[in-house]
């Protein structure tokens, strides 16, 4: 199992970035995908997912801003990152949801300055 997340960087508040999260076909075909985000000194937590057939969830703190979406045919999913703001600041993963320990990739770091 391998999942590889992409497209982070240093971003100007209200700027946007796309991540991307490519994962391996055998976990990818059956599992609700999400994105998950870590600051320092915080806990790890959910951002947003989306299942098989592209029904989305996001967290209130990012609704109206991220948009989740998945290919099914490349086995990635995707976050577009608007509006955003230096509190999105964070390594950002992706992963099955709910999570499972042993699939954790490296992790994208995104860094909004104000």
């Known amino acids: 199992v391998q999942l590889v997340e992409s497209g982070g960087g240093l971003v100007q508040a209200g700027g946007s970035l796309r991540l991307s999260c490519a994962a391996s076909g055998s976990i990818f075909s059956i599992n609700t995908m999400a994105w998950y985000r870590q600051a320092p000194g915080n806990q790890r937590e959910l951002v947003a997912s989306?299942?098989?057939?592209?029904?989305?969830n996001y967290a209130d703190s990012v609704k109206g801003r991220f948009t989740i979406s998945r290919d099914n045919a490349k086995n990635t999913v995707y976050l577009q990152m608007s509006s955003l703001k230096p509190e999105d600041t964070a390594v950002y993963y992706c992963n099955t949801e709910p999570r499972r320990d042993n699939y954790w990739g490296q992790g994208t770091q995104v860094t909004v300055s104000s």
């Open positions: 989306i299942t098989n057939s592209g029904s989305a």
